[in-house]
């Protein structure tokens, strides 16, 4: 049997397979921290010694770039599935942080659809109704004010505002179709409905553009000072 363990004897042995290799290594840094940097063409491996940078290299050599485990997880020698260990309202709040802004505003869209067919068919769950298309307003807020940074302000009220008129374009269209059962009354009230959200939303993209600019204000306000690294004083010199 053939036995090799990671010791200082393997070092100069996994400089010398570097550079066999095509890469040009460097080793910056003190005694007590220091970094192993092999470079060749536009490949990159970094870690605190050699015999761990070619550990690197030949982890992409087998998996290649894409080398992560995705949604697996390594038990024994199988590869199965990898649980999502976070809680339900972190998973919810990283979905609303990616969800693409289409999605975004078709859930709002969805959600008052589905309410308001029905509120008109049992009035008597007005209330609770309500509530949900409050909270669904809200989380939309919300989710383009504190969780979407990348976007800009003004692009984060147009997407509220957009998918608040749009949600009130098409319940109100499929209550007329349920009310009056003709798609030409809807066509009759459409246009005037479609020119009193376009002067809604002049008004309105600006008000939300400024109120989710104020929250993320509010929000740096509130967050707390990030943990600075002690600085460690030099050596005096010799």
Known sequence: MKHIAAAGNTVVPALLALEALGFRVDITGDGERPTCRATRGQEVYVADEPVSVLGLVKLVEVRGWNWTPGTQRYVGHEVLPRRDMRSAPARFKERLATMPPHHLGGSYVATL?????????????????????????????????????????????????FAVGIAILVSRALLGVVVHQSLGAVALSTPALVAWLLVRAIIFVPLMAVLIWITRRVQRMLRPPSAKAPVRPSAPPA
């Open 113 to 161: 659809t589905v309410t308001g067919l029905v509120q008109h068919f049992v009035p008597v769950l007005w209330f609770p109704l309500a509530v949900i298309e409050i909270a669904a307003f809200a989380i939309l807020f919300f989710s383009a004010a504190l969780l979407r940074h990348d976007e800009d302000a003004l692009l984060a009220g147009f997407l509220v505002s």
